[in-house]
């Protein structure tokens, strides 16, 4: 009897002690994927500078006071002096100059940094109207598809680490537009309910497919895009980018909000009808 007790009791010790060693095992798992996450990020990251990088060597032989003013605009005045260097150097190099600008557009809106709204008013200042819009659109989507990828690869465990309630509140309003989700994208990139880093990251994380977030991405973005693309024209006019707001623009982006939604809602007419 003394002997089967102490086996109990030996059996019963090992099982306190795998079940006291198995969640420090899981909780180093999830740490070991939270830290190869962000290291992937960060290697994706360091690559798209490098190409930055490699772009910026590249590019036309520029004069020490040229070269001051070649970065990432991240307000108007920083626009209007990268702008000036750009149309001296636009013609002769068109494919350089129009290379450096989409994929500059595509790293800020990929890596949720911010400045693309400056770099749309300069768009509007060095190309005709509707080449401007198109590249505003363009890398905007692309941008914004990277970022979904992002997310959906690795920045998954991220993103639920840092904002599980956001997620879960999105997740929520997704569902109800399951049927709807090319208005839905375009509505949400229309109106400043929700920021655009917070769609992009979250939408693979609540399941929006990827052809109509990039469709509801490149038509919604167009909206507000014009404003900027009209701002560009006077560029050196602007003291800040609050300036191309106004009551009238925000009754613009209104009015073409309800109008995205109209599809949903004669969608859901027809069908109380038939039904």
């Known amino acids: 009897m003394a002997e089967h007790q102490d086996v109990q009791n030996e059996s019963v010790s090992t099982m306190d002690e795998t079940m006291s060693i198995k969640p420090t095992k899981v909780e180093n798992d999830q740490t070991m994927s939270t830290t190869k996450a962000v290291v992937a990020l960060v290697v994706i990251f360091l690559a798209a500078l490098f190409t930055l990088a490699y772009l910026y060597y590249n590019f036309p032989e520029l004069t020490e006071e040229e070269k001051q003013y070649i970065k990432i605009p991240f307000n108007i005045q920083d626009a209007q002096n990268l702008g000036n260097v750009l149309e001296h150097y636009k013609d ?3 494919s350089q100059v129009f290379t450096s600008i989409l994929f500059c557009y595509i790293f800020l809106q990929t890596f949720a940094i911010p400045g693309s709204i400056s770099l749309s008013i300069l768009c509007g200042f060095l190309y ?19 970022c979904y990828l992002l997310s959906m690869t690795i920045g998954r465990r991220l993103a639920y680490r ?10 929520n309003l ?46 919604g973005v167009a909206v507000p895009s014009v404003l900027a693309v009209q701002a560009g024209k006077t560029l050196h006019e602007l003291t800040s980018t609050t300036s191309l707001w106004s009551w009238s623009s925000i009754l613009l ?20 009808k038939f039904d």
């Open 92 to 94: 002769t190099y068109y």
């Open 128 to 146: 005709p109207f509707l080449l401007a819009l198109g590249i505003i659109c363009f890398c905007s989507a692309m941008g914004a598809c990277f």
């Open 162 to 171: 840092y904002f599980p309630d956001r997620i879960k509140t999105y997740a």
């Open 174 to 219: 997704v569902k109800k537009h399951n049927d709807n989700m090319f208005s839905y994208i375009m509505f949400l990139r229309i109106t400043p309910f929700l920021p655009n880093w917070f769609i992009n990251v979250c939408a693979p994380l609540v399941d929006v497919p990827l052809v109509p977030f990039w469709a509801g991405t490149f038509f």
């Open 253 to 272: 982006l209104a009015v073409f909000a309800t109008l995205s939604l109209m599809p949903v809602l004669f969608k859901g007419k027809l069908r109380d």
